[in-house]
């Protein structure tokens, strides 16, 4: 339990430090321990090992770009930050992740080299998620192809899923999470909540995004799998007593 605690601890310190940066930011994706940025040379034809290594974050926003892939630099102030869009590119070399954003012809080719490998591995899958969505999203609005419900029904739709998982206890940091999310697309329907006027207005591709990144949240999906074992064995009890009740 303590662990939990000062994990949660250390993703709200580390949330903060990202707003003071871009107070844009609403939440953390993925947080990776620590990396080092090189860069490809291209007249060298190799890659050069630049001055700037720390903790690597994909932050989520609530505003276009809807994701950043963040580097907090340890040796100095300078920041890495990067906009994460459907043409964003990322591929394994060895022990480094060679990133581009392919709409750019000007943008220099980098690589993140990751102490952990599991981390690595834990961020290409997220970010690779989050790109293929944000892409399929893009060719949406662009195609107009897809047609899509009333934005109020959808909000409802997220606030209606996001309100059943009244699991645990308030205390809890992913309950919390949890509900404050569902107040905050709940406010954006129209409902009855105690948020002020400068609440977030979610638009479509928002709430499409907000709901991506939840279902990517493994605290989410534990969430969700709690309360389909929960309604599971009520199902199973009641139907156990409705069979001890015919065979008397």
């Given at each position: 339990?303590?662990?939990?605690?000062?994990s949660?601890?250390?993703?709200?310190?580390?949330?903060?430090?990202?707003?003071r940066?871009?107070?844009?930011?609403?939440?953390?994706?993925?947080?990776?321990?620590?990396?080092?940025?090189?860069?490809?040379?291209?007249?060298?034809?190799?890659?050069?090992?630049?001055?700037?290594?720390?903790?690597?974050?994909?932050?989520?926003?609530?505003?276009?770009?809807?994701?950043?892939?963040?580097?907090?630099?340890?040796?100095?102030?300078?920041?890495?930050?990067?906009?994460?869009?459907?043409?964003?590119?990322?591929?394994?070399?060895?022990?480094?992740?060679?990133?581009?954003?392919?709409?750019?012809?000007?943008?220099?080719?980098?690589?993140?080299w990751?102490?952990?490998?599991?981390?690595r591995?834990?961020?290409?899958?997220?970010?690779?998620?989050?790109?293929?969505a944000?892409?399929?999203?893009?060719?949406?609005?662009q195609?107009?192809?897809?047609?899509?419900?009333?934005?109020?029904?959808?909000?409802?739709?997220?606030t209606?899923?996001?309100?059943?998982?009244?699991?645990?206890?308030?205390?809890?940091?992913?309950?919390?999470?949890?509900?404050?999310?569902?107040?905050?697309?709940?406010?954006?329907?129209?409902?009855?909540?105690?948020?002020?006027?400068?609440?977030?207005?979610?638009?479509?591709?928002?709430?499409?995004?907000?709901?991506?990144?939840?279902?990517?949240?493994?605290?989410f999906?534990?969430?969700?799998?709690?309360?389909?074992i929960?309604?599971?064995?009520?199902?199973?009890?009641?139907?156990?007593?409705?069979?001890?009740?015919?065979?008397?």
């Open positions: 339990m303590a662990a939990v605690i000062d949660e601890v250390r993703r709200q310190a580390n949330l903060r430090s990202l707003q940066i871009d107070p844009k930011i609403q939440d953390l994706g993925t947080t990776v321990s620590h990396v080092v940025l090189y860069e490809w040379s291209t007249p060298k034809k190799t890659w050069e090992k630049k001055d700037m290594e720390g903790s690597l974050f994909v932050a989520k926003r609530r505003d276009s770009p809807m994701f950043k892939l963040i580097l907090l630099n340890r040796n100095s102030n300078e920041n890495l930050e990067v906009a994460i869009r459907g043409t964003f590119q990322m591929t394994k070399r060895d022990q480094i992740v060679i990133f581009r954003d392919s709409a750019s012809t000007e943008e220099a080719i980098r690589g993140i990751f102490h952990d490998a599991e981390e591995d834990n961020f290409l899958r997220y970010v690779e998620n989050v790109v293929k944000i892409g399929q999203i893009e060719e949406m609005e195609s107009k192809a897809v047609e899509t419900k009333p934005e109020k029904d959808v909000v409802n739709a997220g209606a899923l996001l309100a059943t998982l009244n699991l645990g206890s308030k205390s809890d940091s992913t309950q919390t999470q949890v509900e404050a999310n569902a107040q905050k697309i709940e406010s954006a329907a129209g409902g009855d909540t105690n948020t002020n006027n400068n609440s977030i207005l979610l638009d479509k591709k928002s709430l499409q995004l907000s709901l991506l990144s939840l279902i990517q949240d493994e605290r999906l534990d969430l969700i799998h709690a309360q389909y929960k309604v599971s064995n009520a199902r199973n009890a009641r139907e156990q007593q409705a069979s001890k009740g015919s065979e008397k």
